[in-house]
Each structure stands twice: as C-alpha cells, then as structure tokens.
Nanobody, 124 residues
Framework: QLQASGGGLVQAGDSLRLSCAVS????????MGWFRQAPGQERQFVAG????????AYAEAVKGRYTVSSDSARTTVNLRMNGLRPEDTAVYFC???????????????????WGQGTQVTVSS
C-alpha cells in the first residue's frame, strides 16, 4: 500500500527526491511520515505531515535541507533532500498512521503502515 522509491548513491552535497506512492486505499485520516534507519541504529523520524497537510515537522538534523510534501489526494508523499551528507546514509521508509487530530506524528510506534524502504547512500 506504500511504495517508496528514489533512493540511490550520491556524493555529498547532491540532492535526491524520494517518493512514496499510496495505493489500495485512501489515507485522508492518516498522518504521513518519513523515517530512516542506519545499520545498527534505531529507526528515527525524519519528516512528517499531518492528515490535512497543513502541519509539517522535521528532525533537527534535516531541518533546512529536507522538504516533505503531498498532493491533495494524498496519492504521493515526497521527500526532497538537498545538501546530502554522509551521515544521511540510511534506508528511508515512508509510513502512515491513523490520526484522530490534525498533528504530525514523530514516533515510529504511531505509524501502523510501512513501505518497504529505499536505500540512500551518500559518499564523502
């Protein structure tokens, strides 16, 4: 139901755009998020967008470099990543979590539907 794509191998300073394609159902009542997980580390929040799309939040490590967006029909959630750094290397996941309120969810535990992940590798 969630299909992430757009990862790859890039050099430091380059940009990538990840896309999360939504299919099989609508997610109008769901908050959407991007997470990443590096080897040996826990999955961490990167960026999120509320069910209405009006509220957006970013992890401090990516603030000012990443931009999350969604179309109005919530069929695609994109993550634009600029100024990539070697420490951004990880598997990136998109996720959806039902939200009673219009808020951004920051914990992986608040998301029940996950895509398969796409690898982002940034060389120095």
């Amino acid at each position: 139901q969630l299909q992430a794509s757009g990862g790859g191998l890039v050099q430091a300073g380059d940009s990538l755009r990840l896309s999360c394609a939504v299919s099989g159902r609508t997610f109008s009542d769901y908050a959407m998020g991007w997470f990443r997980q590096a080897p040996g580390q826990e999955r961490q929040f990167v960026a999120g967008i509320s069910r209405s799309g009006r509220k957006i939040a970013y992890a401090e490590a990516v603030k000012g470099r990443y931009t999350v967006s969604s179309d109005s029909a919530r069929t695609t959630v994109n993550l634009r990543m600029n100024g990539l750094r070697p420490e951004d290397t990880a598997v990136y996941f998109c996720a959806a979590g039902w939200a009673r309120w219009d808020e951004v969810r920051g914990s992986p535990k608040e998301y029940s539907i996950w895509g398969q992940g796409t690898q982002v590798t940034v060389s120095s």
